[in-house]
């Protein structure tokens, strides 16, 4: 049975003002999936870098879309969204 699936790498963005939120879902070094947020100022060397392991792909997935709702309701705008197809990391 092949449990190889192809699952994109999520890499989004939201602005707001001179503060910025990002998130990536990707494997860690031990091919397990984490969201890694972080957030700070535009103009600043000041900000803040959270790693939260997830269980799975499709939580990391549910994991973004609840942190997008919240900077949606903070009025943050969605700046970027970019995917990368891998056929490599966790099942």
């Keep these: 049975m092949n449990t ?3 699952q994109a790498w999520l890499s989004l963005r939201w602005e ?3 503060r910025y939120y990002g ?3 990707q494997p860690d070094l ?3 999936w984490v969201v890694i947020c972080s957030w700070g100022g535009k103009n600043t060397a000041l900000g803040r ?3 939260l392991p997830v269980a799975s ?3 990391g997935l549910a994991s973004i879309e609840q942190i997008g709702r919240v900077r949606q ?3 943050y705008t969605l700046v970027t969204e970019s995917r990368v ?3 490599r990391g966790p099942s």
């Design 4 to 6: 190889e699936t192809t």
């Design 16 to 18: 707001k003002g001179s």
């Design 23 to 25: 998130v990536l879902l």
């Design 30 to 32: 031990w091919q397990q």
């Design 49 to 51: 870098v959270v790693h």
């Design 57 to 59: 792909y499709e939580e």
């Design 73 to 75: 309701r903070r009025g």
């Design 85 to 87: 197809e891998s056929t």
